[in-house]
């Protein structure tokens, strides 16, 4: 072409996540069996999806009108719904997305170039890649601790916004992904203080919300939020699940404290009118989902599943030195962080098979990160499929799994694949 195309910040736009998947398969060709790590998706860890849940969804498909457009905002049985559990909103202050990336890409393409959203590291990559490639510019973070239950350190956060006149807004992530950290209610109106403080927006995504493991210890942002503009994301894949429904929303909060936020706001339904309208099938059984008697006691049961998933991840784990976990709160993952003063980053594992050992070798000839080589060499040798972390713009080396796998001897099974496999790392 006569002019480069691709914008400057284009290779921020990666998800490890499905890319370590053609990986996967290509070793998958040669006639092994991978074990799927690497992402929540039900189906394909067996995990049966309700009978009741499916009758819903079954009668409702029956029904002419979820064949048909909806408006843009959402349907009104679903927007009434939601604003009912809520006594912080109204109606009229939701606006639904037909998937993740749809709400977080129009919320930091409608701020202005040089307007920054400080984010948590380690963050969720769809945030960071997005809010990194709008403004074309270095990210802008505050951190989160691993040795102080992943925290974030608000003297950081404070010092970065006071002094950044560029930063609008702070992005939480609770519970947080992909530390599986659920922040205390003292720490959160911490957050909102400063926001309070320097005449700045929040962004909460607690898409996982329902997913604590101790509803207790959860402190929404309808709660805390006060007087200070904010924005809540919410989803349904994880938490109902259903997770190829692509449907969720956002909740906004005090527009009407601030004509200029108020503007944000309505330039993102401006954008969502562009598409005629969302999806309506979602939206027309959320509420018969969330409101039926066998739905608490679903979810309560696959808690009870993920948290004994995750007691017997650290019951395995717990003693191997070249690691540290933090035992999850909520949901079904478990991050690993390597102490780096204890394991030979640059060793190279034998495998056996000439085939995989040479596609691998070439695929890993450039890559520098720890946590990266250490996963592409466990799918290699063990055929487990995770997901480094560092790619979450984390500074730590680090790893994922999932606590999905339906059949416990199996879940073990993996568990001691990946803790062997660790231990010829040792120094």
Not at 255 to 278: G, P, R
Request: glycine share 2%; aromatic share 16%.
């Amino acid at each position: 072409m006569r002019k480069n195309l691709l914008h400057i910040w284009h290779k921020e736009l990666s998800y490890e996540i499905r890319e370590i998947v053609e990986v996967a398969n290509k070793i998958a060709s040669f006639w092994r069996t991978i074990f799927w790590e690497n992402i929540w998706d039900p189906v394909e860890k067996w995990e049966s999806i309700p009978d009741w849940m499916k009758n819903i969804i079954g009668n409702a498909v029956k029904l002419d009108e979820v064949y048909g457009y909806c408006p843009t905002r959402w349907l009104d049985t679903a927007r009434e719904y939601i604003a009912s559990k809520n006594p912080k909103i109204e109606k009229e202050d939701i606006l639904f997305f037909n998937w993740l990336w749809d709400a977080i890409n129009k919320i930091y393409r409608s701020l202005s170039f040089d307007s920054r959203v400080i984010w948590p590291n380690p963050a969720y990559s769809t945030h960071s890649s997005a809010e990194a490639a709008h403004a074309g510019s270095a990210h802008i973070t505050y951190s989160l601790d691993p040795n102080n239950n992943w925290n974030p350190d608000l003297e950081e956060l404070e010092n970065k916004v006071k002094y950044n006149p560029n930063i609008v807004a702070i992005l939480v992530i609770n519970p947080d992904n992909p530390t599986w950290a659920v922040f205390s209610k003292e720490i959160l109106e911490k957050v909102v203080k400063i926001a309070e403080k320097y005449n700045i927006f929040l962004i909460f995504d607690e898409i996982y919300e329902k997913l604590t493991y101790e509803e207790k210890n959860r402190t929404l942002l309808y709660e805390i939020v006060w007087d200070v503009p904010a924005i809540s994301m919410k989803w349904i894949s994880k938490d109902i699940p259903w997770p190829g429904s692509r449907c969720g929303w956002i909740e906004v909060y005090n527009a009407e404290k601030d004509e200029n936020f108020k503007s944000y706001i309505n330039s993102i339904l401006s954008a969502k009118m562009l598409e005629v309208c969302s999806t309506t099938l979602p939206q027309f059984v959320l509420p018969k989902i969330y409101e039926s008697e066998n739905y608490k006691t679903s979810l309560e049961n696959r808690l009870i599943k993920y948290k004994k998933r995750a007691d017997l991840a650290e019951k395995i784990l717990w003693d191997v030195d070249e690691i540290k976990i933090v035992k999850p709160k909520w949901a079904f993952y478990l991050s690993v962080t390597f102490n780096m003063d204890k394991v030979n980053m640059w060793y190279v594992p034998t495998i056996k098979e000439y085939d995989i050992e040479l596609f691998v070798t070439k695929f890993l000839s450039w890559v520098t990160r720890f946590d990266k080589r250490f996963c592409y060499y466990l799918l290699a040798k063990t055929w487990v499929c995770s997901v480094p972390l560092s790619w979450f713009n984390s500074h730590y080396e680090w790893f994922r799994i999932t606590l999905l796998e339906e059949k416990e001897e199996k879940f073990e099974l993996i568990l001691e694949k990946i803790r062997d496999f660790i231990l010829e790392f040792r120094k």
